[in-house]
C-alpha cells in the first residue's frame, strides 16, 4: 500500500526538490549511481509498504481493513472471544486503512487465529488479496452465516 506519494524535481546535482518545498539528495536515497537524467527532470517519490505484515501480530495490529465496518464487526468479534481491542485509522494517497491492535499481547496469538487462522474462527482473508473495489468475499460469507 502506497502511503506518501511526492513530486518534485530532480537536478543533475543529485539534489531533488519535492513540490512541498522541501528537498532530499539522491545520496540520502539509494547507494546506486545517480542516473544520467537531463537536468530537472520531474520525478515521484512513493513510500509503501506491505499490507500482509499487518497480519503479523507486531506491535499488537493482527488485521486490516479498508472498510471500518468490517474492523468494528471484527472488533466486537473478539470482545465476544474475551479479547480487548482498537480501531487506528492510516490515511493514505489512496485509501485508508482500519488497524485492529490487540490491547494485551497474550491475547495477539489467539486473535490472530480467530480472525484468520483457524478453522473455527472467521476464516477471513485480508481486502488486498481481492481486486480493487471488490467487496471482501470472505467477510461478507461470515456475516451472513455461509
Known amino acids: 500500500m502506497i502511503i506518501l506519494k511526492a513530486q518534485g524535481i530532480l537536478y543533475s546535482s543529485g539534489e531533488i526538490f519535492l513540490n512541498s518545498l522541501k528537498s532530499i539528495h539522491w545520496k540520502e536515497l539509494s547507494d546506486k549511481a545517480q542516473p544520467n537524467l537531463p537536468d530537472t527532470i520531474r520525478v515521484e517519490l512513493s513510500i509503501s509498504f506491505d499490507e500482509n505484515e499487518l497480519l503479523s501480530g507486531k506491535d499488537g495490529i493482527v488485521w486490516g481493513s479498508y472498510d471500518l465496518r468490517q474492523a468494528e464487526i471484527i472488533q466486537n468479534s473478539l470482545l465476544a472471544q474475551n479479547i480487548n481491542s482498537t480501531i487506528s485509522k492510516i490515511e493514505s494517497s489512496i485509501k485508508s486503512i482500519y488497524l485492529i491492535k490487540i490491547l494485551l499481547m497474550e491475547d495477539i496469538t489467539t486473535a ?19 481486486t480493487e473495489g471488490e467487496a471482501n468475499k470472505s467477510f461478507e460469507l461470515w ?4
Open 143 to 146: 456475516l451472513n452465516g455461509n
Open 112 to 130: 490472530k487465529d480467530f480472525i484468520w487462522k483457524n478453522e473455527g474462527g472467521l476464516r477471513l482473508k485480508p481486502d488486498w488479496t481481492y
